[in-house]
């Protein structure tokens, strides 16, 4: 994974979900006995994982509020070469009580407790949107150009043609009006992104 060198060489920080089989230590426990000290202490397996307290919060995930259960412990991540980390085993509830699949979030800053990483992970979702049309809509996914220089080129233009009407959305209401024609069923509407391209 490159989240490691980036951590280590540029001093970021990160928090993402990752796999759920990654592998996670305790913080080995220093005895004072002879021998070489261990690098890493027990392994979290499913057994240490259930064992951990569960708390259920009413949380804003996913760009909505909904009931989460987690479990959460600080420790070491092998894939990171022992880097200390803030695990979070959380699982989402819908309205009738059925929890999702379990997910597993990691934040290298450690010293995070979970309430503040949830508020700093959800904060991702406003440029999901962006992501999902640029891969899925814009043609990410299926980029043909063989040079990095056209495909930044080529970045920058579908950025620009996404920002473009959502500041003019956002920040010009009565000026952009004329461009409304194009719907008048939805008058009372409030003025949207979509709304200003199909008028441009």
Sequence with gaps: M????ICAALGFQAIGQVRRDTALFGIPVFTGGRGRRRIYGDQYDA?????????????YLYGKWQWVRYRS????????????????????EDENGVQSKQRLILSTLSDLMPQQIFVYYGR????????????????WKDAWQQSRQVLHRWTQF???????????????????????????????????AGRIRLGM
């Design 124 to 139: 991702r979702w406003s440029i999901e949107d962006l992501f999902n049309q640029m891969k899925n809509r814009w043609g």
């Design 73 to 92: 412990a600080v420790c070491l991540a092998r894939f990171m070469k022992g880097r200390k980390v803030r695990a979070i085993w959380m699982q989402i």
């Design 158 to 192: 579908l950025s620009i043609a996404y920002a473009l009407p959502q500041l003019l959305a956002t920040y010009c209401g009565a000026q952009v009006e004329s461009l409304m024609d194009l719907t008048p069923w939805r008058k009372k509407d409030p003025t949207t």
């Design 2 to 5: 490159a989240i490691h060198p």
């Design 47 to 59: 057994e240490v994982i259930n064992a951990l307290p569960e708390i259920r919060e009413w949380l």
